[in-house]
């Protein structure tokens, strides 16, 4: 658990991102009142009759990589959903498992851990973990709910970038 302390009229920008304690942080702190800044206004958001219901997430298929059409699929998915599921990847199981421990066991960290993770900028093709939290697009007037983390990776051996518990 993070040590910092929030109060609802404390700054949340300085909570969440300079202090690393996340929207986690904040759920962790069994809020009463969620902040003004972490709500979307009623206009922007899901209008839940406009749902279909009949259609699910979209399945790509990566057995078939270099057909265009998986090309076509991707771009579609992302489109109209945002997501999509990819299935016959070739990563093992194993591997994802892993990769998803590593990743709670991060977010578990104290935030004095995870700031030392902050980063604003980096190179293309160096090997970094950023972890940053709430935000969006640049100039979103509403905080995201989620924490995040970006692993660039060398595939030489970059497991000195990750915190000791995660490895």
């Not at 030392?116 to 950023?130: F, H, P, R, T």
Request: proline share 5%.
């Amino acid at each position: 658990m993070t040590s910092s302390k929030f109060e609802i009229n404390d700054d949340i920008l300085d909570f969440l991102i300079k202090k690393a304690n996340g929207i986690k942080g904040l759920v962790d702190r069994s809020l009463e009142i969620i902040p003004n800044q972490c709500i979307q206004p009623k206009e922007h958001r899901l209008n839940k009759s406009q749902i279909d219901n009949q259609e699910s997430i979209p399945t790509i298929d990566l057995s078939t990589f270099y057909d265009l059409n998986v090309e076509k699929s991707i771009q579609e998915a992302a489109a109209k959903w945002g997501c999509f599921q990819i299935i016959n990847h070739g990563i093992p199981i194993g591997v994802l498992e892993d990769l998803k421990d590593a990743a709670h066991k991060f977010f578990e960290l104290p935030a004095e851990e995870k700031v030392k993770y902050c980063k604003d900028n980096y190179s293309a093709g160096e090997s970094v973990l950023i972890f940053w939290s709430a935000i969006g697009e640049k100039n979103e007037k509403v905080l995201d709910w989620r924490d995040s983390i970006k692993h660039g990776c060398n595939p030489q051996n970059d497991s000195n970038l990750w915190p000791p518990q995660t490895r």
